[in-house]
């Protein structure tokens, strides 16, 4: 079944760069589908953090667009997100998920999630 | 930003019992909303988009009503993996947002 997997450090110092990967079996990331990161700060509620699709194209929180990177890798059937200058307040676990393409829907398929903690 | 509100924030039930979660957005976004049930240590599971189609998968007794700016999910019979956290979701327009979870607890 189709699953996805985020993998990266649990623990990225202040001013660092959070590098997380979501990798996607059972199905092709080039399919019509946008590839999208949500996180949880504890105690907190979700927090969409943006999405892209595999053509390159993305759309981010505005919140968070000055430091966010989205890629895809195709050749790894993966994505990755990028959050670089980071502060306690991006503490969070960390969503992957799908969304596919078209006005009608949203996310469908998630990943389990990462907790990242900020901290020196 | 479309401000997702979500009542109530906590309720208690049963096993069987018929619950109704609510979610308001601060301005229409016409039918477009999801609903997501959240357990402990898993991965968000994906209910309702579109106010109140079904995912595939997903067992009839969940069901969404709404449009504009009020949406209301219900489980007709509450089963132990129904105890979790629900949040509703609008995809009207960015950033995507979602209401602050509505936790339903073993009474």
């Known amino acids: 079944q189709v699953q996805l997997q985020e993998s990266g450090p649990g623990l990225v110092k202040p001013s660092d760069t959070l590098s997380l990967t979501c990798a996607v079996s059972?199905?092709?990331?080039?399919?019509?589908?946008?590839w999208g990161w949500i996180r949880q700060p504890p105690g907190k509620g979700l927090e969409w953090i943006g999405y892209i699709h595999y053509s390159g194209s993305t759309y981010y929180n505005p919140s968070l667009k000055s430091r966010v990177t989205m890629s895809v890798d195709t050749s790894k059937n993966q994505f990755s997100l990028k959050v670089n200058s980071v502060t306690a307040v991006d503490t969070a676990v960390y969503y992957c998920?799908?969304?596919?393409?078209?006005?009608?829907?949203?996310?469908?398929?998630w990943g389990q999630g990462t907790m990242v903690t900020v901290s020196s | 930003d479309i401000q997702m509100t979500q009542s109530p924030s906590s309720l208690s039930a049963s096993v069987g019992d018929r619950v109704t979660i609510t979610c308001r957005a601060s301005?229409?976004?016409?039918?477009?909303l999801a609903w997501f049930r959240h357990q402990p240590g898993k991965a968000p599971k994906s209910l309702i988009y579109?106010?109140?189609t079904l995912q595939s998968g997903v067992p009839s007794k969940f069901s969404g009503s709404g449009s504009g700016t009020d949406f209301t999910l219900t489980i007709s019979s509450l089963q132990p993996e129904d105890f979790a956290t629900y949040y509703c979701q609008q995809y009207n327009s960015y950033p995507l947002t979602f209401g602050g979870g509505t936790k339903v607890e073993i009474k």
């Open positions: 579109a106010a109140s």
């Open positions: 301005q229409d976004i016409s039918n477009s």
């Open positions: 059972d199905y092709s990331i080039t399919s019509s589908n946008w």
């Open positions: 998920a799908r969304k596919p393409s078209g006005n009608l829907y949203s996310f469908d398929l």
